[in-house]
């Protein structure tokens, strides 16, 4: 699976190969509720601090992305990276993830 890249006003959004897989995998955990939407992109982007990794509640998982600048395309990037149940929040490699609330 390749990224799919989702160009936004000012920034393009990444869909890793890891987060797709994730999403189709564990669909149930969206509820219905796609976290695509050009709201949600603009929400997390304004909230996000370069380089960090934050997490957000959609349905009853967390979506976890990544602010960064890409110095080879030159352009802002918003870095979709996982798709976890939502009995947790902290996983093995998101250790410093910032836990936001987004208003969409």
Not at 14 to 27: G, I, K, S
Not at 35 to 53: L, M, T
Request: net charge positive.
């Amino acid at each position: 699976m390749k990224p799919k890249y989702i160009p936004c006003d000012g920034y393009t959004v990444v869909l890793t190969p890891h987060f797709r897989q994730q999403v189709v995998m564990r669909a149930r955990l969206l509820e219905g509720a796609s976290p695509f939407g050009r709201g949600h992109f603009d929400a997390i982007f304004i909230i996000a601090k370069e380089d960090d990794v934050v997490g957000y509640k959609h349905g009853s998982g967390y979506v976890y992305a990544r602010k960064k600048y890409n110095i080879k395309r030159f352009r802002w990037e918003l870095e979709y990276i996982s798709l976890t149940p939502g009995d947790f929040f902290k996983t093995k490699t998101n250790q410093t993830a910032k836990l936001i609330a987004p208003s969409f």
